[in-house]
Structure formats: C-alpha cells, structure tokens
C-alpha cells in the first residue's frame, strides 16, 4: 500500500448500511476537524466494490461486516477492527416472492445471495433451521443490489439483502421469510484501517473514533436535523432515513463487544464462526490470527 504523508487525510470507503452513517454525521458537521483529524469519506454504492477497492490499498479504512472481513482476510491480513458500528437485527433479510408463504416452500426454488459472504452463511442457517440444506436449493450468485430487480424478473424466488433494498423488494410485493432478528450477533459490522495507518497515525484514529460517538450522540440528540444531513447526501427522502433493524453500538456496547467471549456477543467468537466456515467451504486455506485482527485498545482508551 502506498504510504501517505500524515497530513493527508485518512480516506474511508462505506456503503449504504445505516450503522455507517454516523461517518456522514461527522463530516458535515466538522467533527472529524474539531477532534483534529482530517477524513475523507468516500461513498461506494457496491459493497462489493468497496471491499475489492480496500483490499488493494485505495482506501486506508472500510466499514464492513465481519463476515465479509473475514472472506478478505486471506488476500487482506493486515485489516484490524478498531470499532464496532453495529449488530444487525433484522436488517438483513432473505426476501421471497409474494407466492413464496414460508422457508419450507423454497424447497427446490433459486435463492440468490452472495456467496463467500456473510449473506451465504446466513441463508444456511436459515435453511437448517427449517429442515433443509443447500442440497435442497439452488444459490445464485447475486449481490444485494440486484436482489428486488432479480425477484421480480422471477430470476430468483427468494434471496439475501439488506436496507434499503428490502423496503424496495417490499414495496413491489416481497415477503420477509427469515432475517437477523432470528440470528442475534451473527451480523456486526466494524470499522477496519490497514495496520500501517495504525502504527503510523494512531492519534488520528484515536481521532476518528471520538468523532464517531460525537456523531452519535449528536444523531440521537437531532434527529431531525441529523436525518436531513444524511438523506442529502444520498439523494432521498429524510424519512427513508432509518435505524430500524439494527442496533447502533455505543463505546460500552463496543467494549462488550471487543471482550473475548463464548457467544455472538463476543466479536472475537463471530470472527471465528465465518472463519471456520470459509475454511470448511474453501474460501480462506488458513486460519486467521483472531486475536491479531481484532484492536480494542482504541475504544479501551477512549476518554
């Protein structure tokens, strides 16, 4: 990666995932400068592309879940989690065609997701859970963009996506068949910077993260105002703005996130479960050094 002199900006790459907004909040209201950081928050409508475009070195931080983190680990072993934005709960959904009544009638049916993300992972588990595997199934290969355009096509009969997709599936007549409020922890998202930035420009992310809080507690504080700033800057209605199927992470939560744990509370325990997933279904030949991945020190110190 090439190394940037340290006044240039930290340059920060995030989809349309509610949990990431706070970066929004904090740029136009000049947090990021008050807490003395320079930021350049890049918005990439593809997840995927955001992912690709970190990995090889054109952006120093991403917002991304932890199980996609960990399908680029392989390719990407110096990212380091040094925030937890958010856990899903209902966010991300399987979505079926209106004729599609429940889990059971996707036997047989074309079920599009991203393979080798979190988003396979989390239909299997739907599936298990309701007495079928993927030998029951065909999954396509779909990003989540695609999904509400692929069900109406009638391409797919279900598939895997999240806000604002789903509200745009549900409007043209989709159906919620299985979602994270089933899987409490399976889908947290993070802020990760390559390990250089972290040796070299600590203070700036120490920086960052101070920032982050300040946004969210400016959010909760004016909503309004805050929800405005946001659907401005993706072109939408302030309404459309939601935080409706997730849970926003406060410096507490994230401290009891960043704490090695035996369940999904633990983000140590969740890295592991996709690790050992990619690992079973050939997405990663090693595995990966957990406990060098995950960086709580900087939320630890936070004053």
């Not at 920060?12 to 950081?37: H, L, R």
């Not at 110096?78 to 399987?94: E, K, N």
């Amino acid at each position: 990666m090439t190394s940037r002199r340290e006044s240039a900006p930290l340059q920060v790459t995030y989809n349309q995932w509610p949990g990431f907004f706070p970066m929004i909040i904090a740029q136009e209201k000049g947090f990021f400068t008050q807490q003395g950081v320079k930021v350049e928050a890049v918005h990439e409508e593809n997840y995927i592309t955001s992912l690709s475009d970190f990995s090889a070195g054109k952006y120093d931080g991403v917002g991304i879940a932890v199980g996609s983190l960990m399908s680029i680990i392989g390719k990407t072993p110096d990212a380091r989690v040094v925030l937890v934005t958010d856990q899903s709960a209902g966010g991300d959904a399987v979505l079926g065609q209106p004729d599609i009544q429940s889990v059971a009638d996707l036997k047989g049916k074309r079920i599009g997701a991203k393979l080798g993300d979190f988003g396979e992972l989390l239909v299997i588990t739907m599936l298990e859970r309701n007495g079928l595997t993927t030998e029951d199934i065909t999954l396509v290969n779909t990003e989540a963009e695609a999904i509400p355009a692929r069900l109406q096509d009638g391409d797919i009969q279900a598939g895997l996506t999240w806000n604002p997709y789903i509200s745009e599936a549900v409007k043209a007549g989709a159906k919620v068949l299985f979602s994270t409020k089933d899987t409490p922890g399976l889908v947290p998202s993070v802020i990760v910077f390559h390990n250089n930035i972290l040796i070299n420009r600590r203070y700036d992310i120490q920086a960052f993260i101070r920032a982050w809080f300040q946004a969210i507690d400016y959010w909760q504080a004016n909503p309004k105002e805050s929800n405005a700033l946001i659907a401005n800057k993706f072109n939408i209605k302030p309404e459309e703005v939601s935080l409706d199927g997730l849970d926003l992470f406060s410096r507490q939560d994230n401290l009891k996130a960043m704490a090695v744990g035996t369940t999904t509370e633990s983000i140590y325990y969740t890295a592991k479960l996709y690790a050992d997933y990619y690992i079973r279904t050939g997405g990663l030949t090693a595995a990966p050094d957990i406990q060098k991945l995950i960086d709580p020190s900087f939320v630890q110190q936070l004053k």
